[in-house]
């Protein structure tokens, strides 16, 4: 049985940095993990994922420059780090298992989101 547990979100101010976290129990079996987030009335969108290995990354062209991606596969977590946050960032983040980076129809494991409010 496999559980993403994410923390880390938070309220920041346009312009400021967070990090989220993504620690994994049991062994998804899954070559990627990814972020997606969801905003309010918006369809659920994949923000950043890191393949076994931490090789490759893939990001959404919003996250490109700003967000990065990474794992710890010791501590069996998943990082993403956002900087230069900008209004249009809040949603709800959520951390995905799956065999495809980003694809949301094929994620196999969720977890229950994180909150992050930028104003």
């Known amino acids: 049985d496999v559980q993403l547990v994410e923390s880390g979100g938070g309220s920041v101010q346009v312009g400021d940095s967070l990090r989220l976290s993504c620690e994994v129990s049991g062994d998804p079996n899954m070559n990627c993990m990814s972020w997606f987030r969801q905003a309010p009335g918006k369809e659920r969108e994949g923000v950043a994922g890191?393949?076994?290995?931490?090789?490759?990354?893939s990001y959404a062209d919003s996250a490109k420059g700003r967000f990065t991606i990474s794992r710890d596969s010791r501590t069996k977590t998943v990082y993403l780090q956002m900087s230069d946050l900008k209004l249009e960032d809040t949603a709800k983040y959520y951390c995905?298992?799956?065999?495809?980076?980003?694809?949301?129809?094929?994620?196999?494991?969720w977890g229950q989101g994180t909150q992050v409010t930028v104003s």
């Open positions: 890191i393949y076994v290995g931490g090789f490759p990354t």
């Open positions: 995905a298992a799956g065999p495809t980076c980003l694809v949301r129809q094929v994620q196999r494991s």
